[in-house]
């Protein structure tokens, strides 16, 4: 089994900065791309951003230039550095993991860590 813990999520104010750290755990064979999503009061669940194992990153329009993913592939670990953080990045963010394992291939969630921005 695989296990997908995130944290560092809490309150900010507008223009502020976070920094999400998820880590992934279990009989992995090996992770092919972790990142985050975001699922925001009322809306569907949105990538923010993600790395693959040649380190190649992709971001939403939304938070290029402000919000940094990267990794630490020896401990199996993705971070999402988040700066001038405005009202709308507030939304449960929520760590994906596509990983191999001995029997397959697939995506492990966590269980999300709220951010908050207030004005």
């Known amino acids: 089994q695989v296990q997908v813990v995130e944290s560092g999520g809490g309150l900010v104010q507008a223009g502020g900065s976070l920094r999400l750290s998820c880590e992934a755990s279990?009989?992995?064979?090996?992770?092919?791309?972790m990142g985050w999503h975001r699922q925001a009061p009322g809306k569907q669940r949105e990538l923010v951003a993600v790395?693959?194992?040649?380190?190649?990153?992709k971001y939403a329009d939304s938070v290029k230039g402000r919000f940094t993913v990267s990794r630490d592939s020896a401990k199996n670990r993705v971070f999402l550095q988040m700066n001038s953080l405005k009202p709308d990045d507030t939304a449960v963010y929520y760590c994906?993991?596509?990983?191999?394992?001995?029997?397959?291939?697939?995506?492990?969630w966590g269980q999300g860590t709220l951010v908050t921005v207030s004005s």
């Open positions: 279990g009989i992995i064979v090996r992770i092919n791309s």
């Open positions: 790395i693959d194992n040649t380190n190649t990153t």
């Open positions: 994906n993991a596509h990983v191999d394992t001995a029997l397959w291939s697939r995506g492990y």
